[in-house]
């Protein structure tokens, strides 16, 4: 119902909601981990800039193994390949997040990765995956 009034918007096993105050509203003063915020944030701006830019000629999916490989946003549009995004709440990429990129990989060979933090410093992994700030994009 609430996903029918565009109140809510579900992305694999999680739920958006739609108007950034009315979440904050709702949450009171229960306070989020800020990986919570931060992946509220890049759903929001993704999601707008691709119905903006790329209509219905997009995917926007997420990515779990049961293994607990997880990659929040994996977005593929025709013609330009697929990137896959994580996020990381630290200085940098994480060792969790490159593994769940590379388990990513595995299935989606051509896939281009991506690592968001909230550090300072742009940087290549050892294994050549951007690590940037989230900054940079805002």
Known sequence: MFEGLFLVRRHGRTLFCEDHGLAGYAM???????RAHFERWVFSE?????KYHHSSAHSFEDFNTRGGAHVPFVVGLPKKGSVGVVLDT?????????????????HVPDIKPLVL???KRGYLTSGGVPAIPIEWLA
Do not use: I, M, Y
């Open 90 to 106: 630290g200085e940098g990429a994480s060792e969790k997040s490159l593994k769940s990129l590379t388990s990513l990989g595995k």
């Open 46 to 50: 993704l999601l707008s800039q691709l």
């Open 28 to 34: 009171g003063t229960h306070r989020l981990d800020p």
């Open 117 to 119: 933090h909230l550090g």
